[in-house]
């Protein structure tokens, strides 16, 4: 990195403020139910949607879906926790592929969860965690800020592009003009250039930034 | 939240996320007993996994809930959220009761506010609200990276930024100086582009000064690394404009962000305006606004008989400047011009064909300062992107490699330069179909396709090379164009690795193989040179890379080089087999018997096939005309093939299947003839195998450039510098002369 900071120092500070990035479950957690009693109208203005699309039935990812994400796959990103990359999976022969795209529709289906051993589901969800330093000072106990990279396990990468491929279209109608995450490209530009206009019109509003504390690692889905 | 949108994600979170805690490993720790490292680090007990593709859909779902209740809550106000960013405008005597909204729907799914991290502003000066005094900043503050607020604190942000780009650049300059390829790449790749987001967001007179900034830095660490701090002043304004080029036109990409910065701006406001389903009622309104603006033709004279954007009541026309200082936004210390925002004077000639005007000119006239600074600001944009687009030597440039720079295409051989009868297309592209850059916002929304930024930006450079294009001799014009097209600049894209086949130039020859690639000469306060030969060599020693009996055994290395790695890439290949370069004659062959450079069969048809690599200058004497007469095609490269195909077809042995015969052409300075690119495309262009294809064009690339400098080099140093004696020449007869 020519000015960007290293990768934090494997201590055991680090290690114990990892503990803060990534709290551990408590009872007192949001839950499902509680959500549904907190968001009602919320959630019953979604379902219409889910409904509309998916069905009664819950539907079985394409194999052109599987195979056209395979395809689209970036080379050269970074070693899965079992060593596997996209370089390997596009040396399978024929029955391979085949087998590949089997496997994705399988975990992204109903069936995954009675299908796929508990020992085989454990190794997908392992990540590689890189630890990388915040610009800006130490804390009191002389630890820098942490910024997690995680680096999941390659299937596992390939079911979640197969699925974005499936709902992203929706899911820009259903999340925009309130957030912009999702399939909105140059989305900080348009927020910019919106707040602009916006107060380029009413010149006595203001604009309130909100922040919330580590909300990636802590909000409950 | 998932399960009631998209049932389509429960399966997976099921089977993937909530069967169980899954395991994060960090870095590894010894155990001391020399078994397998230790590496359990955490557990993911809650919310989302760090590196899961669809973390930010998940987060998004999560988050949804507790915004819609906020802008529910709050209707008059704009709620903006982006991954873990949230923002809100509002009045700024709501703006309190926004940010306690905000923190209980928030906590409801566990999205603890942080009060102390949270900021307002308002364009307007005045004193903080009652429950916002820790959170107000009269100044302005950083809005998703840029600066917003008063033309004093967008300064210093802006100078910030230029500082963090000024150390990057400074980082670069410190690496080895042997290591000219790695410094060249970090240049073009990492600190050039790294304020391009910033230019396409701040206000335009901001970003300018930013570009320019950027410039001058950028210049200087090129100049030094080029080692050109000694060259005459002339010859270091050749470097920087050459530079400035992007390298599909001979440049180097490096120095433009002055070019393109209000290209960036234009297409930036574009893009938000040309999303499909346009969310903010603000941005449909002014896009109906801007598309009743006038068109311009010059920087801030709007064409068609309208008048120029003028403050209300004033004759004269404001500066762009004190449209609101340097800011987007209103200055706070303007409030006059807050109060009284500059009005547009209604157009005194009949609306152009489609577009739509408001219904009278008071109307029109009333938009103008409804919209304060804003419309004028745009305005004044879209007149430096147009007049940067316009080319300032009058009269026809002639031929040129520019105007019909082709659009970028994915296929690497299908992007090499069309063939002779298209050679004239005046334009390209997008830009080609609108007939140059659209004058007036209506146009540019009317675009039936979006623009990119590079398309703007590419129309900006070719004012500017057709400039610098008009005072060329025809030798300067045939180099330059052999330089231009999709081909020849790959090597500047080559990673330098180690290892024979790495791809890495050594210091002194990537210093002279980019300066022969600018058209500069390849040392410092060159002049005319006497090869050996008895020729008289002009300064970039054209000569010598075709042409002079004397540097052929260096140009022998270099046609070996090419073949050495033609046959390389079709050894490996699956459908090529018993690939032989230079083979020996056949059994008795005697010569004249002719022998290919390359042998191989193709496994599919069993076909024996011959090649013949050969490298040809397009400087050269005898090209110069036709390259500079044709400057799209490989003029050059294509009569060599011909040559080729003469020559040997008529000696193919006969044989069933036939033998066939393939030219292996590139010009000197990467370009490729043709019918190689033809059999190229054949031979290594399917889908699989496309990496190949692009790693021989741009190992060939860079061969070839590697050689051209060394040849120049020695060749340099082997001759007489018009009256004096050569540098090789006894030390003694050399020192008295020099």
């Known amino acids: 990195m020519l000015t960007g900071k290293p990768v934090a120092a494997e201590t055991d500070a680090v290690r114990a403020k990892t503990s803060t990035l990534f709290p551990a479950a408590t009872p007192e957690l949001a839950t499902a139910n509680s959500l549904a009693d907190a968001f009602p109208t919320k959630l019953a203005a979604a379902k219409p949607l889910g409904e509309a699309r998916a069905g009664a039935e819950p539907r079985q990812l394409a194999a052109e879906t599987v195979v056209a994400t395979i395809r689209s796959a970036a080379r050269g990103k970074a070693l899965s926790p079992s060593g596997l990359r996209m370089e390997h999976l596009w040396a399978l022969t024929l029955a391979g592929s085949d087998a590949l795209v089997r496997v994705v529709q399988l975990l992204s289906s109903a069936d995954g969860v009675d299908q796929v051993p508990p020992v085989a589901r454990r190794a997908l969800c392992a990540a590689n965690l890189l630890l990388l330093v915040k610009p800006g000072g130490e804390d009191a106990a002389g630890v820098p800020g942490l910024r997690p990279i995680g680096m999941p396990e390659t299937i596992r990468k390939l079911v979640g592009k197969a699925l974005m491929r499936e709902v992203l279209p929706e899911a820009r109608r259903y999340f925009v003009p309130l957030q912009r995450e999702v399939s909105v490209s140059g989305a900080c530009e348009d927020l910019v250039h919106e707040a602009d206009a916006r107060l380029a019109l009413e010149p006595t509003w203001g604009v309130l930034q909100l922040d919330f504390k580590n909300v990636f690692n802590k909000i409950s889905i | ?738």
């Open chain 2, 1 to 738: 939240m998932a399960a009631a949108a998209f049932p389509e994600l429960v399966p997976y979170l099921r089977c993937i996320d909530l069967g169980e805690s899954p395991t994060v490993y960090g870095w590894g720790v010894n155990d001391g007993d020399g078994g397998l490292a230790a590496q359990l680090l955490r557990r993911f007990e809650r919310s989302i996994h760090q590196g899961d593709v669809l973390g930010p859909l998940i987060h998004a779902l999560a988050r949804h809930p507790a915004l819609q209740a906020l802008a529910a809550r709050h209707p008059r106000c704009t709620v903006l959220g982006l991954h873990d960013d949230g923002s809100v405008i509002s009045p700024v005597e709501e703006l309190a009761a926004v940010m306690r909204s905000a923190a209980e729907p928030g906590a409801k799914v566990d999205a603890e506010l942080a009060p102390a991290k949270c900021a307002a502003w308002s364009p307007t000066p005045r004193a903080p609200p009652a429950d916002l005094a820790d959170q107000w900043r009269p100044a302005g503050l950083t809005y998703f990276g840029i600066p917003v607020g008063g033309a004093e604190f967008v300064n210093a942000e802006v100078d910030q930024m230029g500082a963090a780009h000024a150390r990057v650049v400074r980082a670069v300059a410190s690496l080895p100086p042997d290591a000219v390829q790695a410094r060249l790449l970090l240049l073009r790749m990492c600190a050039a582009p790294l304020v391009t987001y910033a230019l396409r967001c701040l206000p335009p007179v901001a970003a300018t000064a930013l570009a320019k900034g950027v410039d001058s830095k950028i210049r200087r660490a090129l100049l030094h690394l080029l080692r050109a701090e000694d060259d005459f002043r002339g010859t270091r304004r050749a470097h920087v404009a050459g530079a400035a080029l992007p390298v599909r036109m001979g440049g180097l990409g490096l120095g433009d962000r002055s070019v393109v910065t209000s290209a960036a701006h234009v297409v930036s406001w574009l893009a938000t305006w040309r999303a499909v389903d346009l969310p903010a009622p603000a941005l449909r309104e002014l896009v109906r606004a801007l598309s009743a603006l006038p068109a311009v033709t010059a920087p801030g004279r709007p064409a068609l008989g309208a008048a120029p954007p003028t403050t209300a009541g004033g004759g004269s026309r404001t500066p762009p400047a004190e449209w609101g200082g340097t800011s987007a936004w209103l200055s706070p210390a303007g409030n006059a011009a807050a109060a009284t925002p500059p009005t547009l004077e209604p157009p005194r000639s009949a609306a152009p064909v489609g577009v739509a005007w408001p219904a009278s000119l008071a109307a029109f006239a009333s938009e103008g300062g409804l919209w304060g600074p804003l419309l004028p600001r745009l305005q004044v944009c879209l007149s430096a992107c147009v007049a940067k687009a316009t080319p300032a030597a009058t009269g026809s440039p002639g031929r040129s490699p520019f105007e019909s720079v082709a659009p970028p295409s994915p296929h690497l051989l299908l992007s090499l330069p069309p063939p002779l009868h298209t050679a004239t297309i005046p334009a390209a592209g997008l830009l080609r179909s609108l007939g140059g850059v659209p004058d007036s916002w209506g146009a540019m929304l009317a675009a039936p396709t979006r623009l990119t930024q590079r398309q703007l930006a590419q129309a900006a450079h070719l004012a500017a090379a057709r400039g610098m294009r008009a005072s060329l001799s025809l030798a300067a014009r045939a180099r330059w164009a052999a330089c231009c097209g999709h081909g020849s600049g790959l090597w500047l894209n080559r990673l330098p690795c180690c290892g024979r086949l790495g791809g890495a130039m050594k210091g002194a020859e990537m210093v002279v193989a980019v300066r022969l690639w600018l058209g500069i000469s390849a040392v410092t306060h060159a002049s005319a040179r006497e090869c050996r030969c008895g020729e008289i060599v002009d300064a970039l020693g054209s000569h010598w890379l075709g042409g002079c009996p004397r540097s052929v055994p260096l140009r022998s290395f270099r046609h070996k080089e090419v073949l050495q790695r033609v046959a390389t890439v079709l050894r490996v290949d699956p459908r090529w087999t018993g690939d032989v370069a230079e083979p020996p004659l056949p059994a008795g062959e005697q010569s004249p018997a002719l022998r290919p450079d390359l042998r191989a069969t193709s496994v599919a048809s069993g076909a024996p096939l011959w090649g013949d690599v050969s490298v040809v200058a397009a400087t050269a004497a005898v090209h110069v005309s036709r390259t500079a007469g044709s400057p799209r095609v490989p003029g050059a490269a294509r009569v060599r093939e011909t040559e080729k195909v003469g020559k040997y077809t008529p000696y193919l042995p006969a044989g069933d299947p036939p033998h066939t015969f393939t030219p292996l052409v590139w010009e000197a300075s990467g370009r490729v003839g043709p019918a190689t690119a033809s059999f190229l495309a054949l031979a290594l262009g399917e889908e699989n195998h496309r990496e190949a294809l692009t790693g021989l064009l741009t190992d060939v690339s860079l061969g070839l450039w590697r050689w051209n400098a060394r040849i120049v080099l020695a060749r340099v140093a082997n001759s007489f510098r018009m009256g004096w004696a050569p540098l090789a020449a006894p030390p003694l007869v050399a020192h008295l002369s020099h």
